[in-house]
């Protein structure tokens, strides 16, 4: 089992900035791929970002690209998202999300999940 710990959400003005952390436990996250899901108010969760087990790869939705950032240190058991031009549709929980095939873009497909994070961006 991995336990996956959310950090770093908060209130944020458009345009601001946040960097959010996931420590897991449990066992070592070297050998998955990590992302982040987020689910707003009355809408389905969705993938955001995911990271390959070594870092090589990075995978991005289409609405986040060039503004987040996913990176890893395994040797923390540690994956953070930094969030830059914030804007007030990224307002969401965010989730953590560990998988240990290759990464997944699908909701269902996630093998282990965090408790979640909330990110609000007022306008």
């Known amino acids: ?3 996956l710990v959310e950090s770093g959400g ?3 003005q458009t345009g601001g900035s946040l ?3 996931c420590v897991a436990s449990g066992r070592t996250i070297s050998m998955y791929s990590m992302g982040w899901f987020r689910q707003a108010p009355g809408k389905e969760r969705e993938f955001v970002t995911a990271i390959s087990w070594s870092g090589f790869s990075t995978y ?4 986040v690209k060039g503004r ?3 990176s890893r240190d395994n040797a923390a058991n540690t994956v953070y998202l930094q969030m830059n031009s914030l804007k007030p549709e990224d307002t969401a929980v965010y989730y953590c ?3 240990k095939e290759s990464y997944t873009r699908r909701v269902g497909s996630v093998d282990y999940w ?3 994070t909330q990110v609000t961006v007022s306008s």
């Open 1 to 3: 089992q991995v336990q």
């Open 10 to 12: 908060g209130l944020v």
């Open 19 to 21: 960097r959010l952390s």
């Open 60 to 63: 991005y939705a289409d609405s």
């Open 68 to 70: 987040f950032t996913i």
């Open 97 to 99: 999300a560990a998988n």
């Open 114 to 116: 965090g408790q979640g």
